[in-house]
């Protein structure tokens, strides 16, 4: 299977470089209009998919993103990998602002938002102890170096609803889980994309303390947006890392793009129609 590679660019992530053919397309699907339209095109031969998380202009809250009808959208466009790049806080001093961190595992503190495709009259449960693609999450450390970015291998993401950032009771309780890094839009869109079977990694970009520490005893805007602006050009250097890393394969080796083998619960006579019609476009090859 040749790689179809979806970028979800976050704060500050709004186009890629030297993509050809580039285009912007409207997708629909059962779940809604996605954050906005595709940019598609090929990037070093292979194809790609663009999509702003929070649409051009940033408009939408993280709790507002519509991330059902994004992961399905990018579905119905082939693609095969998704990388996330999303600015978060760090929550651990060697963690410094500026630094990239590959997301291993996560903490969903999230409550106001539709966290699966599943529901009544269809239920489904996928694996998710290992939440990211181990496989695609080493390329994109490996094409973060290669972008000359400070890169830490592995960590847990804490998503949080916002859109106010942490109290300082709650970002010292973080820190005492042993959480790493905290942001707003990590769930659902983890866990979407596992149930549509799409391989994920999250490329994590370190804004700023959070407010913890001494030196960070409040966090605006500006100061994450002046660190996002500084980390754009490494984004998207690391974007074109990727592509050229990623290779075509049939079988992910950590099983991401199987995860529904065995998943589904509901017999075939009690689901209900509306429901397959809607889950067939991310769930076609188990329905």
């Known amino acids: 299977m040749e790689p179809v590679i979806g970028i979800i660019g976050g704060s500050g992530v709004y186009q890629i ?11 629909e699907t059962p779940f809604g209009a996605p954050s906005d339209e595709i940019l598609t095109g090929e990037l ?10 929070h649409g051009r202009g940033h408009v939408h809250t993280p709790s507002t993103v519509p991330y059902r ?20 806080g760090s929550l651990q001093e060697a963690y410094a602002p500026g630094d990239f ?16 495709f599943f529901g009544t009259g269809l239920v489904g449960h996928v694996p998710f102890a290992h939440p990211t693609c181990a496989r695609l999450g080493k390329l994109c450390g490996e094409a973060a170096r290669g972008a000359g970015v400070r890169v830490h291998d592995k960590g847990t993401y804490v998503a949080m609803e916002g859109p106010q950032f942490s109290t300082l009771a709650e970002s010292r309780l973080y820190r005492q889980w042993g959480a ?15 149930e549509a079977e799409i391989c994920y ?42 592509a050229a890393r990623v290779s075509a394969r049939d079988i992910c080796p950590c099983g991401c793009n199987r995860s529904l083998d065995g998943a589904i619960m509901t017999a075939p006579s009690a689901r209900d129609p509306e429901m397959v019609k809607a889950l067939k476009s991310v769930a076609g090859r188990v329905m």
Not at 180 to 194: C, H, Q, S, W
Not at 201 to 230: K, S
């Open 180 to 194: 790493d890094v905290i942001g707003m839009t990590g769930m659902p869109e983890a866990k979407l994309a596992r």
């Open 201 to 242: 990694a999250c490329v994590a970009m370190i804004t700023d303390y959070d407010c913890w520490h001494p030196g960070h005893d409040a966090v605006d805007v500006a100061q994450v947006v002046a660190t996002l602006t500084a980390n754009s050009g490494n984004a998207r250097a690391t974007v074109a890392g990727i």
């Open 101 to 116: 961190l590959i997301v291993d595992q996560y903490i969903d503190r999230t409550f106001a938002r539709e966290k699966t």
């Open 17 to 27: 470089d030297g993509l050809e053919n580039a285009q912007w397309r409207a997708v």
């Open 69 to 88: 009808a994004n992961i399905a959208a990018l579905k119905a466009l082939g693609v095969t990998d998704i990388v996330a790049l999303s600015a978060v």
């Open 44 to 53: 070093n031969g292979v194809k790609m998919a663009f999509l702003p998380r």
